[in-house]
């Protein structure tokens, strides 16, 4: 058996080879440039209507074309097109050069009968045959010669000879050969130029750079992405930043303060090149801006000082003069999302209330571009500060929200609005319309609940039970059916109710299925909260961010008195939105009750991240029960066995209580009945001094 190796000089397995390294290569990054994304999908949301347009709307329009340009990954598609033809081209040459490829000969195809066939079968076919393609009895149709005629016979003899000799047929069934095992060659899927004195040099060259450089800065860069950026898209060293910056004492302001840390990135390379733009930031918020504001500005410096300026001038609706300090205002905006999210999570890991809440309300002015302390009524299209003062000063000294201002009838928010210096009515209109579509969710009950029992007990899986609807400013929802204000237990058969998949089913649900909170680790320890098969959520009226977003709820108890948060938050994201019929939602907070009896007093926070002056509030009370405070048999006697089972003539010997056998009671005569109680009864005051802790214990 000799040994060949062969190189490939008419390249037709090169375009195999090819093909296999170029599909190693684009199956993965096509997969992860059109799967489906795992964040809530943005595109086919329903928006709030409104023809308003703040006055920089072609930067904030342009803003948005730019980051749409980023998403779509233009250098990743043109590689996946390039790549793709390619491919497409290598499976062209393998399926060209196959055709050419000479056929392995096979007896069996060349006489039409299958392996297993008998030689007395090989035989009678083989007769079958020579009367039809013997050169003596042949007959030639169309294009056929006597030569071809012959040379099918020869064939034909030569298989059939093959297949009725019993050493040539089993040598073809071993080896696929009639000489038995033959000597093979290995095809080397390169020409052999490749590694000619001439071109071996540049072949190593090109094989060095691919597997030496350029294979290992890819996988590197991938590696070490993932390991640059937090959960919230942060990088590490912003998160560092802010978390050196973070206080136990933020509010809203002093979070605007810290989330200025994070533009090092981006504006400490350019820090030579925007010397006066402080100057210029400055003047054009002064008016507009807490004395506070301006006095932390003066203490800045660099980059941090410009970051700082941008995020007050964004939330203040400043339009600067220059383009390129518009453009930097917004982008500034939309990363500061991301930054408030990280700290948000280091507010978290603290349980601190109230830098909780100051960043929960930081994400509000940032997505609807209004300091802290300002108007929510900012938030209605066509509204101004002005205006916003006009309508103020006619109720209360404090800011309103939409909820009271829509509660007013339609003739005195006419009277407050339209005129001079005020609203159109069309404009009126437009933002009567908006204010009837932000969705507010309204807090029909909320109560503690362990599933399967009446009551909560210590340490037992406690759930927080809300009951919620979405009620728009100025609709007066009809009255809640006190039937879905119930919470039913899952029936035991129920396996997906019982672990937390789908709620059960209640006779009172008409509307569509609500779906349990799904825990996460997104935010620490809170749930994410998605129902599927309803409509897609409504995205922000947020006409001067520069980003389609989603609102969320979050939902977390605390301790008013200590400051701090107790139950983790529970981030509602998803609910079907059927303004129309006002239905009631359930949202399930889970936790651990306390290890103790008594009442425990919580206040719940119900905030939104996305619109001002809809948060909740409220006190609750959970009420821990201990095991023995409720009616029923206390453990002992539920533990009691029957005197004729093992269990009960065991505790007999040892003079515990037994319970009477249904037997006995039954079949027994009146006297044994009587001896029997009266044996129970002696027995049970031998084992009186015996058992006083018990009996003592019982009656506490």
Same mark, same amino acid.
Request: net charge neutral; charged share 25%.
């Given at each position: 058996m000799s040994t060949d190796y062969n190189y490939d000089e008419q390249g037709q397995f090169f375009p195999y080879f090819v093909a296999t390294m170029l599909f190693l290569t684009l199956a993965p990054v096509t997969y992860s440039t059109f799967a489906p994304s795992k964040q809530v999908g943005l595109q086919n949301n329903p928006r709030i209507e409104s023809s308003f347009k703040p006055a920089d709307y072609d930067h904030i329009e342009q803003h948005k074309r730019k980051k749409r340009k980023e998403s779509r990954r233009i250098k990743r598609m043109i590689f996946l097109t390039l790549g793709w033809s390619l491919f497409s081209y290598m499976i062209y040459l393998i399926v060209t050069s196959s055709a050419l490829t000479p056929q392995i000969w096979d007896p069996y195809s060349i006489l039409g009968i299958s392996m297993s066939a008998s030689e007395k079968a090989i035989k009678s076919h083989y007769r079958r045959l020579s009367i039809k393609f013997h050169p003596d009895k042949v007959k030639l149709q169309g294009n056929d010669t006597m030569e071809a005629a012959n040379e099918r016979w020869v064939e034909i003899t030569k298989a059939y000879k093959a297949l009725t000799d019993e050493e040539i047929r089993k040598n073809y069934q071993e080896y696929g050969h009639p000489d038995g095992k033959q000597s093979y060659s290995i095809g080397i899927a390169l020409p052999q130029w490749t590694i000619a004195d001439g071109s071996k040099?540049?072949?190593? /060259?090109?094989?060095?750079?691919?597997?030496?450089?350029?294979?290992?800065?890819?996988?590197?860069?991938?590696?070490?992405?993932?390991?640059?950026?937090?959960?919230?898209?942060?990088?590490?060293?912003?998160?560092?930043?802010?978390? *050196?910056? @973070?206080?136990?004492? %933020?509010?809203?302001?002093?979070?605007?303060?810290?989330?200025?840390?994070?533009?090092?990135?981006?504006?400490?390379?350019?820090?030579?090149?925007?010397?006066? !733009?402080?100057?210029?930031?400055?003047?054009?918020?002064?008016?507009?801006?807490?004395?506070?504001?301006? *006095?932390?500005?003066?203490?800045?410096?660099?980059?941090?000082?410009?970051?700082?300026?941008?995020?007050?001038?964004?939330?203040?609706? &400043?339009?600067?003069?220059? /383009?390129?300090?518009?453009?930097?205002?917004?982008?500034?905006? !939309?990363?500061?999302? =991301?930054?408030?999210?990280?700290?948000?999570?280091?507010?978290?890991?603290? =349980?601190? &209330?109230?830098?909780?809440?100051? =960043?929960?309300?930081?994400? !509000?002015?940032?997505?609807?571009?209004?300091?802290?302390?300002?108007?929510?009524?900012?938030?209605?299209?066509?509204? &101004?500060?002005?205006? %916003?003062?006009?309508?103020?000063?006619?109720? /209360?000294?404090?800011?309103? &929200?939409?909820?009271? @201002?829509?509660?007013?009838?339609?003739e005195k928010r006419r009277q407050l609005c339209i005129g001079k210096d005020g609203l159109t009515e069309e404009q009126y209109k437009e933002a009567i319309s908006v204010a009837q579509k932000i969705p507010i969710l309204h807090v029909e009950k909320a109560f503690f609940k362990v599933q399967g029992d009446k009551v909560v007990t210590p340490n037992a899986i406690c759930h927080l039970v809300l009951k919620v609807r979405v009620v728009p400013a100025g609709v007066k929802p009809p009255p809640v059916d006190p039937k879905d204000l119930e919470d039913e237990d899952p029936a035991e058969d129920d396996i997906d109710a019982l672990i937390g998949r789908t709620p059960p089913k209640s006779k009172a649900q008409t509307g569509a299925s609500e779906k349990s909170p799904i825990p996460t680790n997104e935010v620490e320890k809170s749930a994410l909260v998605t129902a599927t098969e309803t409509p897609l959520p409504t995205l922000t009226h947020a006409p001067f961010f520069p980003a389609a977003t989603l609102p969320k709820w979050h939902v977390f108890l605390a301790d008013r008195r200590a400051g701090r948060m107790i139950i983790a938050p529970m981030t509602i994201l998803q609910f079907p939105e059927n303004t129309d019929n006002f239905q009631v939602q359930t949202f399930k907070l889970q936790f651990g009750a306390p290890p103790n009896g008594g009442e425990v007093h919580f206040q719940m926070h119900l905030v939104c991240d996305s619109y001002l002056g809809t948060d909740y509030k409220a006190s609750i009370i959970l009420k821990v029960d201990e095991p023995g405070m409720f009616g029923g048999r206390d453990e002992d006697e539920i533990s009691e066995p029957e005197e004729d089972s093992i269990a009960g003539v065991m505790a007999s010997a040892r003079g515990q209580k037994v319970k009477p056998s249904p037997y006995h009671s039954h079949h027994h005569d009146d006297d044994d009945s009587d001896e029997d109680d009266e044996s129970d009864t002696d027995g049970e005051q031998d084992d009186g001094s015996a058992t006083d802790t018990d009996t003592d214990t019982d009656e506490e």
């Open positions: 040099y540049y072949v190593l /060259a090109f094989y060095g750079v691919m597997f030496g450089m350029v294979l290992p800065y890819y996988v590197g860069k991938w590696w070490y992405g993932t390991k640059k950026y937090t959960k919230d898209g942060v990088l590490m060293e912003t998160a560092g930043r802010l978390f *050196k910056a @973070f206080e136990e004492d %933020c509010d809203e302001k002093k979070s605007i303060e810290v989330l200025s840390a994070g533009g090092l990135e981006k504006f400490q390379k350019d820090e030579k090149n925007f010397e006066g !733009q402080e100057h210029i930031i400055e003047s054009a918020i002064k008016d507009k801006v807490p004395i506070g504001v301006m *006095k932390t500005l003066e203490k800045m410096d660099g980059w941090k000082r410009k970051t700082y300026g941008l995020l007050w001038a964004y939330m203040t609706r &400043t339009k600067f003069q220059d /383009a390129k300090l518009d453009a930097e205002k917004l982008d500034v905006a !939309q990363e500061a999302v =991301s930054w408030n999210n990280s700290l948000l999570s280091i507010a978290l890991a603290y =349980s601190i &209330t109230k830098p909780i809440l100051s =960043s929960m309300r930081v994400n !509000q002015n940032l997505v609807q571009a209004i300091q802290p302390g300002g108007s929510p009524l900012l938030q209605l299209p066509h509204f &101004t500060e002005e205006l %916003c003062e006009k309508i103020e000063e006619f109720g /209360a000294k404090d800011h309103w &929200t939409i909820q009271r @201002f829509m509660s007013l009838p339609d």
